[in-house]
């Protein structure tokens, strides 16, 4: 199961989620590689090679009340779903998918009013 959101994920909820709310911080290496830091991402030293990193718990947060993540009982897929006509995701292998897929629709669909910034 997946940790955190990938650096795509962090890319695409910068720009809706206040980075605020990223619980942890992301790094690019010389390399391309990554690295992930327990530490919150408004305590990271923000140059270009940094980047916000959201939990499960932090994109749980982000939802509106009501939201459940749901978890298939025979295929072990996850999804999310939110009280406002079941906006959010279809069934996925990682609940972080699915709460991001839910995070993005709810914001085209302009039922979450939050800002991000771009990175």
């Known amino acids: 199961m997946k940790g955190f959101t990938d650096i795509e994920q962090s890319k695409v909820l910068a720009g809706i989620l206040p980075l605020e709310s990223a619980d942890m911080s992301g790094f690019c290496n010389q390399d391309g590689t990554f690295n992930y830091y327990g530490f919150p991402y408004s305590d990271a030293v923000k140059d270009s090679t ?23 009982v025979v295929t072990e897929l996850s999804r999310v779903t939110c009280t406002y006509e079941l906006v959010g ?11 991001v897929e839910a995070i993005v629709g709810l914001h085209e669909k302009r039922i979450l009013q939050t800002k991000g910034t771009r990175i």
């Open 50 to 72: 940094s980047f916000p990193v959201w939990s499960l718990v932090a994109l749980f947060k982000s939802l509106p009340k009501g939201s459940v993540i749901e978890k298939g």
């Open 89 to 99: 995701s279809d069934w996925r292998h990682e609940p972080i998918d699915a709460c």
